[in-house]
Nanobody, 115 residues
Framework: QVQLVESGGGLVQAGGSLRLSCIAS????????MGWYRRAPGNERELVATITTSGSTNYADSVKGRFTISRDNAKNMVYLQMNSLKPEDTAVYYCNAKRLFSYYWGQGTQVTVSS
């Protein structure tokens, strides 16, 4: 089992920045891809960004150029730097990790962007 704990959410004005962090614990060996997803009220959960162990990244079109995902494999952590935030970025952000054939989720952290 892998446990994921997110931190760093909060309330920010449009145009501001936030940095989300996620730490993995438990059976962290063989974790491959880690990522961030989000769910806005009334919407389905959607991909924000993913990063592989080797550092290959993938972003949703809506966040390209504004968000940056990174990870520290030695610390079992993944980060999401969010700049130029927009009200439509308001959502609960979830950390995700893939290990072997299983996917794990954190409890989520709220990000609210005021206009």
């Amino acid at each position: 089992q892998v446990q994921l704990v997110e931190s760093g959410g909060g309330l920010v004005q449009a145009g501001g920045s936030l940095r989300l962090s996620c730490i993995a614990s438990g059976s962290t060996s063989s974790i491959n891809t880690m990522g961030w997803y989000r769910r806005a009220p009334g919407n389905e959960r959607e991909l924000v960004a993913t990063i592989t162990t080797s550092g290959s990244t993938n972003y949703a079109d809506s966040v390209k150029g504004r968000f940056t995902i990174s990870r520290d494999n030695a610390k079992n952590m993944v980060y999401l730097q969010m700049n130029s935030l927009k009200p439509e970025d308001t959502a609960v952000y979830y950390c995700n990790a893939k290990r072997l054939f299983s996917y794990y989720w954190g409890q989520g952290t709220q990000v609210t962007v005021s206009s």
